[in-house]
C-alpha cells in the first residue's frame, strides 16, 4: 500500500494563497534504488522521483514512474488530496493488472501492491525535495504559484536534481528564472490520461544543459513513452497546432456558417479525427482554453495582438456562465 509517514506541521515561504497553508511534513524514506530496477543504469541517473500535484495528471506522473520501478513521492497541500489522487492511482492500477493478468487474481493483486509499495505521500514540498533526483511539477496553472514553489524547492533540493514542469502552455523560461539552476531546468509535459497517452513533450530552454535534456529522454524512454523534443515556445508542438485549429472551429460556428455538431461530424468522418473540435473543447474544459489563449493574445511571444489567438466572445461567455464543458456538465454541448 502507499505509505504516509507521521507527519509534524510546518508553514512554508510560499506566498500564492493557493499553497499558503499550514503543511505536514512526511520524512523520504531510503533513497536506494530497488535491486535490478531499470533506474540504476549509469545512462539514467534518476532514481528517485518527486511529482508535486495529485491529480489527474500529477497522479498518473506518480503511477508510471511507480509502475516502472522507480521511487516516487507524491506531494499536495493536505491528506485530502493526496487520498484522492491514491484513489485514482489505484483504481487505474487494477484496470491495467486486469488487462495484463486476466487470468490470475493472485498476479493481479501482487502487481497492484508492488507498484503502491514505491511510492509515499507528502505534505511538506521541501522535505520531499531533500533527496529527489527529477522534480516534476503539476500543481495549479498559475505561474506566479508555480515560481513560488520552485523558488522555495531550489533552496533544499540536491545540486544535481533536475527541475521541471508539466505546464501546458506556460514558459519554461520563466519559470526556470526563479531558481539558480537554470541549466538543469526543462519543460516535462505529458497528456491526460497519463498512463495511456504516450506522448511526452521534452521541452529546452536557451540555458539548459543539453545533458538534462538528454537524461529526461531517457527517462521517458523507460516509462515506455514517446519523448519529442522542442524549444520553448508557446503551446510547445501540440497545443500550438491544437488551439489555433480549436478557435478556428468556434469561430466559424460564431459566424454562423455551421452548428458545433456539424463541424464535430465533418472533422471525423472527413479528416478522420476521433474527436470532433467541439467535443475536444469540452473534453478539455473551456476555461482551459481560455486561459491559454487569453495569455497567448496578452503576452505569448511571436503570438501577441495575433488575430491567430484572438479571444472568443462564444468561449468567453460559456466560461463566465459557469459551462466549462464536461466538468460542469455543459459547455458547446449538454451532458
Known amino acids: 500500500m502507499l505509505r504516509c509517514l507521521p507527519t509534524r506541521h510546518v508553514a512554508l515561504r510560499l506566498p500564492s ?9 512526511t520524512p523520504r524514506a531510503s533513497t536506494a534504488a530497488p535491486s535490478g530496477a531499470e533506474t540504476s543504469s549509469p545512462a539514467n541517473p534518476i532514481k528517485n522521483v518527486v511529482v508535486y500535484g495529485s491529480g489527474l495528471m500529477g497522479s498518473g506522473i506518480v503511477q508510471v514512474a511507480a509502475q516502472h520501478q522507480y521511487q516516487v513521492t507524491m506531494v499536495d497541500l493536505g491528506a485530502d488530496h493526496l487520498k484522492k489522487g491514491q484513489g485514482y492511482i489505484e483504481a487505474s492500477l487494477k484496470r491495467v493488472a486486469r488487462k495484463k493478468f ?17 511510492i509515499q505521500l507528502s505534505t511538506d514540498p521541501e522535505a520531499a525535495a531533500t533527496t529527489a533526483d527529477l522534480i516534476v511539477e503539476a500543481i495549479v496553472e498559475n505561474i506566479n504559484t508555480k515560481r513560488s ?11 544535481h536534481a533536475i527541475f521541471t514542469s508539466n505546464t501546458s502552455s506556460l514558459p519554461i523560461s520563466e519559470l526556470a528564472s526563479a531558481t539558480k539552476r537554470q541549466d538543469r531546468f526543462a519543460g516535462l509535459h505529458f497528456f491526460n ?15 539548459v544543459n543539453p545533458t538534462v535534456i538528454n537524461d529526461l529522454t531517457q527517462f521517458c524512454l523507460s516509462l515506455k513513452k514517446a519523448p519529442v523534443n522542442c524549444k520553448d515556445t508557446p503551446g ?16 466559424l460556428v460564431e459566424r454562423g456558417e455551421a452548428t458545433p455538431k456539424d463541424v464535430d461530424t465533418a472533422m471525423k468522418l472527413g ?3 476521433p474527436m470532433g473540435p467541439f467535443e475536444l473543447l469540452d473534453y ?3 476555461d482551459t482554453c481560455k486561459f491559454i489563449l487569453d495569455g497567448w493574445y496578452k503576452e505569448g511571444k511571436g503570438l501577441a495582438g495575433d488575430k491567430l489567438v484572438r479571444p472568443s466572445e462564444r468561449l468567453n461567455e460559456l466560461v463566465a456562465k459557469g459551462d466549462l464543458g464536461r466538468k460542469s456538465g455543459k459547455g458547446f454541448y449538454s451532458y
Not at 514553489?149 to 545540486?159: G, I, R, T, Y
Not at 510547445?236 to 469561430?251: D, K, W
Open 193 to 207: 490520461p497519463v498512463p495511456q497517452m504516450k506522448l511526452v513533450e521534452v521541452v529546452s530552454t536557451a540555458e
Open 284 to 286: 478539455i474544459g473551456l
Open 149 to 159: 514553489l520552485f523558488s522555495s524547492l531550489d533552496q533544499v533540493a540536491p545540486k
Open 17 to 25: 494563497p493557493a499553497l499558503v497553508s499550514r503543511f505536514h511534513t
Open 236 to 251: 510547445f508542438i501540440v497545443n500550438r497546432l491544437l488551439v489555433p485549429y480549436l478557435m478556428e472551429a468556434v469561430r
Open 271 to 273: 479528416a478522420g479525427y
Open 102 to 118: 486476466a487470468d490470475s487474481d493472485a498476479q493481479q493483486k501482487a502487481f497492484v501492491e508492488d507498484t503502491l509499495s514505491r
